[in-house]
């Protein structure tokens, strides 16, 4: 059962924009702890943005001033809004739930972010950005 359902992705310029959301399919899922991954065509899984429950938001270097992540708790929804989009932000973003509360030490080791700390998982929505 998917848990999580994306939306948003598409084929732009660089430097282009887009706004990714997620949604939860059950109630069971809160948007307490959610991040968005990513995984460009033949590489590994990276973490790209996370929101912890007190608020606070953490990014990768690669992303940092770009992109921001950001929650609706009205609406339930989990966006990724994301400016001057380049070649290397290609990939499918999804976006995760830890399924309850967290911290930041909870959703990030060092610069790496704990995708085992994420167990909801959404199954993806493409990205492309045309240099």
């Known amino acids: 059962q998917v848990m999580l359902e994306e939306s948003g992705g598409d084929s732009v310029q660089a430097g282009g924009s887009l706004r990714l959301s997620c949604t939860p399919t059950t109630y069971l899922i809160s948007l307490y702890c959610m991040a968005w991954f990513r995984q460009p065509l033949g590489k590994e899984r990276e973490g790209v943005a996370a929101?912890?429950?007190?608020?606070?938001?953490t990014y990768a270097d690669s992303v940092k001033g770009r992109f921001a992540i950001s929650r609706d708790n009205e609406k339930n929804i989990l966006y990724l809004q994301m400016n001057n989009l380049e070649p290397g932000d290609s990939g499918k973003y999804y976006c995760?739930?830890?399924?309850?509360?967290?911290?930041?030490?909870?959703?990030?080791?060092?610069?790496?972010?704990?995708?085992?700390?994420?167990?909801?998982w959404g199954q993806g929505t493409q990205v492309a950005v045309d240099s």
């Open positions: 995760a739930s830890t399924g309850g509360y967290c911290d930041m030490d909870y959703v990030r080791r060092g610069v790496d972010f704990n995708a085992r700390s994420f167990i909801y």
């Open positions: 929101i912890i429950t007190n608020g606070s938001t």
